[in-house]
């Protein structure tokens, strides 16, 4: 459904050099017992498989066509992911340098965009067994839950959930990364880059068309 915009999208993450960084977030094992380590964690790891889930219902749904299952899981990412947080992340220091129409616009496009990004990162692993196998606190609010997904002919895809408790009290996942990649630090990257060269009001007509 959505295999040949991944094959892009691998691409452009096995030339970005975001490895260091993500290694840097790994995290330990919960414990020979397989334990979590606190009520946290544990809401974390609840938390990522009711995502995966409700994400894989969407995808799978066989009463729908594409485009409406496309639009179910974007609704399903939109609950789940911080999109504020991941927004602004990725846009950096250059937010600051936007103005008024331009913050809109973004803010109007952005979800569609990352949503469907995300819908082609998750065309691998719908419908396969999901497995935690480590759980680790980062800083006062966040988790990484490391997940496995098994297939039958080849290697696990591994994908890290990076869990936040929002003040809110909500949480909500502010980086998916999968297999070693987060692609957070990818668009980030991709987007100061491209907006370095071409401005940015070409990447939010770049945006535009990809949420499309």
């Not at 840097?24 to 979590?36: F, M, N």
């Amino acid at each position: 459904m959505f295999m040949s915009r991944v094959r892009v999208f691998a691409a452009l993450i096995a030339a970005a050099s975001v490895t260091a960084s993500v290694q840097a977030q790994e995290p330990e094992p919960v414990g020979a017992a397989g334990e979590v380590q606190s009520e946290k964690i544990d809401n974390a790891i609840a938390f990522a498989k009711t995502l995966t889930a409700d994400a894989t219902g969407a995808l799978t749904n066989t009463d729908a066509d594409d485009a409406a299952r496309l639009e179910d899981f974007r609704v399903v990412l939109s609950n789940g992911l911080a999109l504020e947080t991941i927004g602004k992340f990725m846009l950096g220091e250059n937010r600051k340098k936007m103005t008024e129409e331009q913050t809109t616009r973004y803010e109007t496009a952005f979800p569609l965009y990352i949503t469907k990004l995300y819908a082609e990162q998750f065309d691998e692993i719908v419908g396969k067994p999901l497995e935690v196998v480590d759980a680790k606190e980062i800083g006062a609010r966040d988790v990484i839950v490391r997940t496995q997904f098994d297939r039958k002919d080849d290697k696990p895809i591994m994908v890290d959930w990076r869990v936040r408790e929002l003040r809110s009290g909500e949480r909500k996942a502010i980086d998916i990364i999968v297999s070693g990649v987060s692609i957070m630090l990818v668009k980030r990257e991709e987007f100061s880059s491209y907006i370095a060269t071409n401005g940015i009001d070409a990447l939010l007509d770049r945006i535009e068309t990809e949420a499309a």
